[in-house]
């Protein structure tokens, strides 16, 4: 009896023994089958390929249809990632060796979903704001598909103009690109320099994100749940260090993960605008350096005429595009012989010159011409362009601002206003054409003026010929 008991038991631990190895075996070849598969996926993503099988037929059609960049990083197909922002997002500054957030995310994206990263990164330094972004965007190639945007702004905005800002942005990136799924983060600087407005442009940002249907990454949230003190992720002028610049990446990596498990496809239909006069921002004229006629070493002219035949028209806030170089920056804007207003921005960065794009006023109501003046030749060689958009009461749009009165150049005779109402001798097209880095200079100081001294609202008609948006 007790033999016999004994023959059972080992038997039964023989059977065990047994199942184990067979369970072990089959585990073993399923996650080899699942690497593979994998592997392969993978790979013809790399070459542009997809599965012939192992995906249900609707995915399928939706992938091949109204695809989501959350939909796209599931099936392992190429992205490519707009990247619109300030100093953070271009991560100037780092050491030798440091890798940037926005690399760290292309290659962690791409070891997770196996799908091929492609990262457009239009950041521009410190100091640069949403109406940098909003020109970078609207300068940018229209016939290159995005499949996201990640904007990383909100450090260098008044509060007070940031929201309007924002939305025109958002607005100008839904428009401009179907099907480009909108990622905004709220810098860390909402955590490591209070002082400044970063908690209000923080709570507009989330509030306009969840309007226009987008993901909102807290990078200050990254930091506080970390359990560590801030300091440990930062470097100079609050700049994150090489582990901050890792945590940046896991966060937005971390907020993209739920999204892309429970992919959706893109959501194509219009959004109502949360503030009316964000439509102005819907206007948008580049007019490059090359189109004015240099009429000194320090002043450019252009003459209503020959904005008209590059389709400006409907439009009154003034932007413009240029170089800072070391010390002293000067730029005024004259409309019909008036001043508008102008720009005085002290530079001491690292390199020669640097490149901003800035509001200078609004109502440009033109009938004769636009004069753009700077305090130095050195600076008017560094200048790129002007900026059109739609009319933007100042009180709206820019608070009180003093900046350098420089002496007027000549006014236009009468017989030269009517002006040569041709393109740039060169056919460059004012939206298409965009500015190239000139060298470094030095300015004089003047007097100085504010621009509430000129703040009339004017609706703007440039002229009346056709509306030529980008």
């Given at each position: 009896m007790k033999r016999a008991v004994l023959l059972t038991v080992l038997l039964?631990?023989?059977?065990?023994?047994?199942?184990?190895?067979?369970?072990?075996?089959?585990?073993?070849?399923?996650?080899?089958?699942?690497?593979?598969?994998?592997?392969g996926k993978r790979a013809m993503a790399a070459e542009g390929k997809k599965p012939e099988s192992g995906e249900s037929e609707a995915v399928k059609t939706v992938s091949e249809g109204k695809a989501s960049f959350y939909q796209k990083l599931h099936d392992s197909e190429k992205v490519r990632i707009l990247i619109l922002g300030d100093h953070f997002a271009e991560s100037s500054g780092l050491p030798d060796g440091v890798e940037s957030w926005t690399a760290i995310l292309q290659k962690e994206l791409s070891e997770r979903y196996g799908s091929e990263v492609e990262i457009v990164n239009l950041a521009l330094p410190e100091g640069n704001d949403a109406y940098s972004a909003y020109v970078q965007l609207e300068n940018a190639p229209k016939d290159e598909s995005m499949d996201a945007a990640i904007l990383c702004l909100g450090s260098y905005d008044e509060s007070f103009s940031f929201r309007l800002r924002y939305?025109?942005?958002?607005?100008?990136?839904?428009?401009?690109?179907?099907?480009?799924?909108l990622i905004s983060l709220i810098e860390s600087v909402a955590l490591t320099d209070p002082g400044r407005n970063a908690d209000e442009t923080a709570s507009y940002i989330r509030e306009l994100t969840e309007h226009y249907q987008g993901l909102t990454v807290n990078e200050a949230e990254a930091y506080a749940m970390s359990g560590e003190d801030y300091s440990r992720f930062t470097g100079e002028n609050h700049i994150p260090n090489a582990e901050g610049q890792k945590l940046w990446a896991k966060w937005i990596l971390d907020g993209i993960a739920p999204l892309v498990s429970s992919y959706q496809g893109y959501d194509s239909a219009e959004i109502e605008r949360k503030d009316p006069d964000a439509a102005a921002y819907d206007h948008y004229f580049y007019v490059p350096s090359s189109a004015f006629s240099r009429i000194d070493d320090h002043s450019f002219r252009i003459s209503a005429a020959e904005l008209q035949a590059l389709s400006v028209s409907d439009a009154s806030l003034l932007g413009i595009d240029w170089q800072w170089v070391q010390g002293q920056n000067d730029v005024n804007a004259l409309i019909d012989g008036q001043l508008l207003g102008g720009r005085t921005e002290n530079y001491s960065g690292d390199q020669d010159s640097e490149r901003h794009i800035q509001i200078i006023g609004d109502g440009a109501n033109i009938s004769s011409d636009l004069t753009m003046t700077f305090a130095s030749e050195q600076q008017a060689d560094q200048f790129k362009g002007v900026i059109f958009s739609g009319s933007i009461p100042l009180t709206r749009e820019t608070k009180e601002r003093e900046f350098t009165v420089l002496p007027a150049p000549a006014p236009m005779e009468s017989e030269t206003a009517a002006g040569d109402a041709s393109a740039p001798s060169d056919g460059t097209s004012a939206s298409e054409s965009l500015p190239q880095e000139v060298p470094e200079t030095q300015a004089p100081e003047s007097g100085v003026m504010s621009e509430s001294d000129n703040t009339d609202e004017v609706i703007l008609g440039i002229g009346d010929g056709p509306v030529g948006e980008s």
């Open positions: 039964l631990i023989l059977l065990a023994a047994g199942l184990s190895v067979y369970v072990g075996r089959v585990t073993a070849e399923r996650d080899a089958w699942n690497k593979s598969v994998q592997n939305e025109g942005l958002l607005r100008t990136l839904r428009l401009k690109y179907e099907k480009c799924s």
